[in-house]
């Protein structure tokens, strides 16, 4: 299995291009199962759970053209798919494959999905998903692990108020409704500029949606009118930008993000600039401008457009080098600490109370084997190790081949430190 080793490294300089982003690229590849033509999606991440889900797909007897050149895109022609199948042997590894759900019951009328399972972070149930398609007229048994629908008159427009915001939940009930007989208003709908993207290319596509970046939705069904899908490219992946930001300010490197999108990162550049830095934004790019003395913080995660859960990790490495305490609290899943215990190993004051992480900084973090639990832990992992004396080598880093794009890459071209080696 691969590695990464990381040496401490003076400060960063250069520009790094940020990818498509994976959260966003998800739901979009499970839209083409709507779609009458082929669809061309450019932009895409060079990173494995898109691989994962074209693979799905291809299963199901889509056909799936790539190129994974500097610019990758994808064609995918779903006028073949013949399966309504996602088997466990993919949906175990990605459990963003429950993205197909809503699009392979608004077409077929049937499909068949193995239970996602919880992951490293937490339990991550999919009871919202059911719930809704259930009140859009699906009948859902659990068996054996899979999940049953069948859809025998078709879904049909209603209203959902989702119990709590959910993003692949509010993505899988907008494709159902794309499909469906009738008007679908979704409360309560998460507005992700991920989900976001999805509703734009829908509306574009001849579903009217009304509300889109609003918390309710309103969704004009097609009634099984199957969409026609102009080429389009993925958003910038905004956690991706975010990470990065956060290797300068820990680095206290002046760094240059380019194909970034400061207008999805309102709340980390907030926080960032509450802990000293200061930021040039153009269209397209962001450049850090860090502070030398780091000031300590406070963050919740919430549902966007606050603070997302998917920067805390990253946050807490940079915290251990603020000065004074930090308080971290993370509300959205139950078990999203495990980078704290390898943090601490490297000499992280750190200490938990059931969900809140206080952390007592500046700590000399030193290096040593460490070992990735999960996609964000592995990259809080990789930034504690540029600051770390002597070399940190981040263990089971299939975890962040998942998310990242070339993250060593794009650190040794700004002058990191970090090389990937095999065990
Ligand atoms: C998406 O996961 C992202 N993944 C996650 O990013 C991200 O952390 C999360 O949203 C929150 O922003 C993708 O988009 C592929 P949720 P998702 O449904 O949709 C509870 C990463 O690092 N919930 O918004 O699975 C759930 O347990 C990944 O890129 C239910 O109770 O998250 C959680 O507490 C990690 N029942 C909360 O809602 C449901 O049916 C938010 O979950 C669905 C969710």
């Known amino acids: 299995m691969d590695y990464l080793q990381i040496k401490k490294t003076n400060p960063l300089h250069g520009e790094i291009k940020i990818s498509g982003a994976k959260n966003a690229a998800l739901p979009l590849i499970a839209m083409t199962i709507l779609a009458k033509n082929r669809v061309t999606i450019k932009n895409l991440p060079h990173v494995a759970d898109i691989k994962t889900l074209l693979k799905l797909l291809s299963n199901l007897g889509a056909g799936c053209v ?5 610019e990758a895109s994808t064609t995918i022609d779903t006028r073949t798919l013949t399966q309504t199948k996602a088997t466990y042997d993919i949906v175990r590894t990605m459990r963003a494959s429950i993205l197909v759900l809503g699009p ?13 399972g919880g992951c490293a972070i937490g339990q991550r149930p999919v009871d919202l998903h059911l719930k809704a398609l259930e009140q859009m007229g699906a009948v859902i048994n659990i068996e054996a692990g899979y999940i049953h629908a069948i859809a025998p008159e078709g879904l049909h427009g209603c209203n959902i108020i989702f119990d709590k915001i959910t993003v692949t939940g509010t993505a899988n009930i907008v494709m159902a409704a794309a499909l469906a007989k009738g008007v679908t208003t979704i409360t309560n709908a998460a507005r992700e500029p991920e989900v976001v993207q999805l509703c734009e290319i829908l509306n574009a596509s001849g579903v009217k949606i009304e509300g889109i970046a609003t918390a309710i939705l309103t969704i004009h069904g097609t009634n099984g009118a199957l969409l026609e899908i102009e080429p389009f490219s993925v958003i910038p992946d905004r956690i991706e930008a975010g990470t990065y930001l ?22 980390v550049l907030s926080k960032l600039e509450e802990m000293g830095s200061k930021f040039t934004i153009t269209e397209n790019s962001i450049t850090i401008h860090p502070s030398e003395v780091i000031k300590h913080v406070k963050i919740v995660t919430q549902e966007y457009p606050a603070f997302p859960t998917d920067m805390q990790a990253q946050f807490l490495a940079l915290a251990t080098q603020a000065d004074g305490t930090s308080i971290i609290e993370e509300r959205l899943f139950e078990n999203r600490f495990m980078h704290v215990s390898e943090l601490q190993r490297m000499g992280a004051d ?20 460490v070992m990735a639990t999960d996609l964000r832990a592995s990259s809080a992992l990789v930034l504690a190790g540029l600051v770390a004396d002597g070399v940190t080598s981040v ?20 002058g990191a430190d970090i090389q990937r080696l095999r065990e």
């Open 66 to 70: 790539s190129e994974w050149g500097e």
């Open 246 to 267: 956060c290797a300068g300010a820990i680095t206290r490197s002046e760094l240059t993000l380019k194909n970034a999108n400061a207008k999805h990162l309102g709340a």
């Open 395 to 414: 263990h089971r880093i299939y975890h962040l081949d998942r998310g990242y794009d070339s993250l060593e890459k794009k650190l040794q071209a700004v």
């Open 350 to 369: 750190i200490s938990l109370n059931g969900n809140i992480a206080t952390v007592n900084g500046k700590s000399k973090l030193s290096g040593t084997d």
């Open 104 to 116: 392979i019951l608004a077409r077929f009328g049937h499909c068949e999905v193995s239970l996602p």
